[in-house]
């Protein structure tokens, strides 16, 4: 039972991410080296945003004794995932080809590296364990939720780097980068004012995924038909 467990959530997590590679189309331009490179870029992004919050934002605070929420910090803290979109340009800059190759290789590259490194380990120690528990199942439905999410970002990047871009949708494109650092801290704020569960934090981060991802990809489609890309 507790190898059938845990390879269950081995499927639920990797599953999604091969099928992704497979069926979207980019396997057939070797496209491989562009996901190891994005997920390389990934990884050397994450070190270097701890980096910075170990520099400038220290665990020595008094709120972290306390239990007190410094708003003003986890703002200051957050804003250093922009760095993740500054990552995501460089991705889509190493990918040859058209929009949606670019688009589809650097997400899906940069989405593995982070399941790997953020999911594995916990999955090995915890999935394996003699005991069922849904808090690893709902851990990999996350990493499905952190796909489609990579992959509007990654749109919305390519999107504003288009000289071409109508400006009627350079404005929409601009704020939704513009807030996607600190998605995570304003899907919390809403769970902690909506006293949301574990499994409705997770259908409200699932929702907020595909409304950004319908978002990108309608401006992608208003982009794609009046150019072609």
């Known amino acids: 039972m507790t190898l059938y467990h845990f390879g269950n959530c081995l499927a639920l997590v990797?599953?999604?991410?091969?099928m992704a590679y497979k069926f979207s189309g980019i396997s057939e331009y070797a496209t491989f080296?562009?996901?190891?490179y994005a997920g390389g870029l990934y990884i050397f992004t994450q070190l270097c945003k701890m980096l910075l919050l170990a520099t400038f934002f220290p665990d020595t605070d008094s709120s972290h004794i306390t239990?007190?929420?410094n708003i003003f910090l986890e703002v200051l803290k957050a804003t250093v995932d922009?760095?993740?979109?500054l990552g995501l340009y460089f991705a889509l800059n190493a990918v040859p080809g058209k929009g949606h190759a670019k688009i589809l290789t650097s997400a899906i590259g940069w989405a593995s590296a982070e399941v790997v490194v953020?999911?594995?380990?916990?999955l090995w120690v915890g999935a394996r364990g003699s005991e069922f528990d849904w808090r690893y199942v709902r851990s990999c439905a996350e990493s499905n939720v952190?796909?489609?999410?990579?992959?509007?970002?990654?749109?919305?990047?390519?999107?504003?780097?288009?000289?071409?871009?109508?400006r009627a949708q350079a404005p929409l494109v601009a704020?939704?980068?513009?807030?996607a650092p600190y998605r995570a801290l304003l899907e919390d704020a809403l769970a902690r004012a909506l006293a949301l569960g574990a499994w409705a934090l997770?259908?409200?981060?699932a929702l907020h995924a595909a409304a950004l991802g319908l978002a990108s990809l309608a401006v992608y489609a208003v982009l794609a038909q009046q150019i072609g890309v």
Do not use: I
Request: aromatic share 12%; proline share 4%; charged share 15%.
């Open 33 to 36: 080296s562009k996901c190891v």
């Open 82 to 85: 922009f760095a993740d979109l």
């Open 14 to 18: 990797y599953a999604p991410y091969h």
């Open 67 to 69: 239990g007190e929420y």
């Open 202 to 205: 997770l259908a409200l981060r």
């Open 146 to 166: 952190a796909l489609l999410h990579t992959g509007a970002t990654a749109a919305l990047v390519w999107l504003w780097t288009r000289s071409d871009l109508p």
């Open 118 to 122: 953020t999911r594995s380990v916990s």
């Open 175 to 179: 704020t939704l980068l513009a807030l």
